[in-house]
């Protein structure tokens, strides 16, 4: 016996992934629905070997649904999640809505599963920051070794990290370099985004972080460890998929990289590829469409007692989103609801 399962916001980049998934994991689904704004209405969306056509959001009845899979951003999610909550639908929300509300759990599941059972108290589960996600399945079993004290993080984020108008507009920005009278002005980041990259992810907040970054630090304290110093630099970078970081991570106790390789290798969630030779690391390039975060760099860091530098990569719209909601509905599954 499996779920009903609905994807709201499927014709997306990370609703077609959520359903890509959903398939390829063979995610128990006795009944699906896709849900879009009236404008996609009727959009034939891709489910294994299936076609299923888009129903309307706004109108859908929830009631008798066992989990939906959200990735329709804040607004819409403010509107329609409590709505399919309160429908008894349990809600995975990719949007940023509810990741900071102490009665909403967010989870990474490789890193804090158990907070599954906090659920129930509105029926929502959140889906953390992209750039946050990977990083934190890449800390969390050497936090469980050594104790992690302070991170500091630069992140290259790839421009699907702002949807199809990002990609769009790399993709036409550099076409417009090659061909006269083709040049596009920018529109939706703050400067040229082909060849070119932008030290400026989301609003600027007060103490001059913008609120990427600010992101990346709430969201490891309340996952992780709330005892965690975080600081963040996230850059926007000419690439269409797949988000890279620089972390240096400082420790309580010494950890030798060595040890430190073995611990990731054995981790779940992670593949380690860490050659000290020419092309011996993961780049954004070969993380599409993986499942897996490639950490790679990994060095002892001898400016600080306890410190390690590594190299993180993850398909930021696999493991960044639409893998890491499909693995919660798939904790949903093993912990709570039980019926597939």
């Not at 959001?57 to 008798?64: I, P, Q, R, S, V």
């Not at 129930?120 to 953390?128: D, E, F, L, T």
């Not at 490891?220 to 690439?239: G, S």
Request: with cysteine.
């Amino acid at each position: 016996m499996g779920y009903k399962v609905v994807v709201a916001g499927a014709t997306g980049n990370v609703g077609r992934e959520m359903l890509n998934i959903l398939a390829e994991r063979l995610f128990p689904v006795d009944e699906l629905a896709v849900l879009a704004s009236r404008k996609s209405l009727g959009t034939e969306c891709s489910f294994g070997e299936k076609t299923v056509k888009t129903q309307d959001l706004d109108t859908f009845d929830f009631t008798g649904w066992d989990i939906a899979l959200f990735a329709v951003g804040s607004e819409a999610t403010k509107k329609y999640a409590p709505r399919a909550a309160k429908a008894g639908c349990i809600v995975i929300d990719n949007s940023s809505h509810y990741r900071y509300d102490p009665d909403v759990p967010l989870i990474v599941p490789e890193v804090n599963a158990d907070a599954i059972f906090g659920y129930s108290k509105k029926n929502i589960i959140a889906n953390p920051n992209c750039s946050t996600a990977q990083m934190l399945v890449a800390l969390k079993p050497l936090h469980d070794r050594a104790t992690i004290k302070r991170v500091v993080v630069s992140t290259y984020q790839s421009v699907s990290g702002a949807g199809k108008e990002g990609m769009d507009e790399l993709w036409n920005q550099t076409k417009g370099i090659y061909v006269p009278g083709q040049e596009r002005a920018p529109k939706k980041f703050t400067k040229q985004i082909a060849f070119n990259v932008i030290p400026h992810i989301d609003t600027f907040m007060e103490d001059g972080q913008t609120k990427e970054e600010w992101k990346m630090v709430a969201e490891t304290k309340k996952i992780l460890d709330p005892k965690i110093k975080v600081t963040a630099t996230c850059v926007r970078v000419p690439v269409f998929v797949g988000h890279s970081e620089a972390i240096n991570i400082e420790f309580e106790e010494h950890l030798d990289e060595e040890e430190a390789r073995d611990i990731l290798r054995e981790a779940p969630g992670i593949m380690v590829i860490d050659k000290r030779e020419d092309g011996g690391y993961i780049t954004p390039v070969e993380c599409v469409g993986d499942f897996a975060t490639y950490i790679s760099r990994i060095r002892q860091d001898p400016t600080i007692d306890n410190g390690i530098n590594l190299w993180c990569v993850s398909d930021n719209l696999r493991k960044g989103a639409a893998l890491n909601a499909v693995q919660i509905a798939e904790l949903l599954g093993q912990k709570v609801l039980k019926k597939g």
